[in-house]
């Protein structure tokens, strides 16, 4: 199953916070492949023309597969351990879906029209992160997951 973090704005080569996401991204291709997760595909938009959320929307939309499972990252989303997410992505790839999109909208969120089209959305806790913060946390869950599944050492309890 190919996973596909969908996000606004754009983080540069140098910043830290991109030396952390492909390493995180690098890591989970290679531990995922094995268990048929991957590869994760990070695809960024910006709201040049300053829409707002509406736009920014449209471009979260239009970076999503066809037919993909979309799950949102979003404040009201559902709290959940990192087995949890991994159990999630275990039973997605298990159910036959080709494509996952995990979508991190701008600075005020994501507008309702496409929050309403996700099959799940889940949040990271109470507080609200910057969002390059939460592409880095979400690369890391998602290697975390593939590590839990695999039977890695990565996780601890």
């Known amino acids: 199953m190919r996973v596909h973090i969908c996000a606004i ?3 540069k080569a140098g910043d830290p916070e991109r ?11 290679r531990t995922g492949r ?5 590869p ?22 239009r970076a999503i597969p066809a037919g993909a499972l979309i799950v ?10 990192s087995p949890d997410f991994a159990a999630d992505l275990a039973r997605w790839r298990d ?3 080709q494509d996952v999109a995990l979508v991190i909208g701008g600075a005020d969120g994501i507008a309702p029209q496409l929050r309403d089209r996700a099959d799940a959305a889940i949040s990271f806790g109470c507080m609200v992160w910057p969002h390059r913060l939460v592409r880095v946390m979400l ?5 975390r997951a593939a ?10 309890v």
């Open 40 to 61: 994760l595909i990070e695809t960024e938009s910006d709201d040049r023309k300053g829409g707002g959320m509406a736009a920014e929307a449209g471009l979260l939309a």
């Open 147 to 156: 590590t839990i599944l695999g039977g890695g050492p990565y996780h601890r």
């Open 34 to 38: 094995p268990l048929g997760l991957g």
């Open 95 to 97: 159910g036959g879906r």
């Open 19 to 29: 030396t952390l996401i492909d390493d995180y991204v690098a890591r989970f291709n």
């Open 9 to 11: 704005g754009r983080i």
């Open 139 to 143: 690369a890391e869950q998602l290697y």
């Open 72 to 81: 949102v990252l979003d404040e009201r989303g559902t709290q959940m351990t």
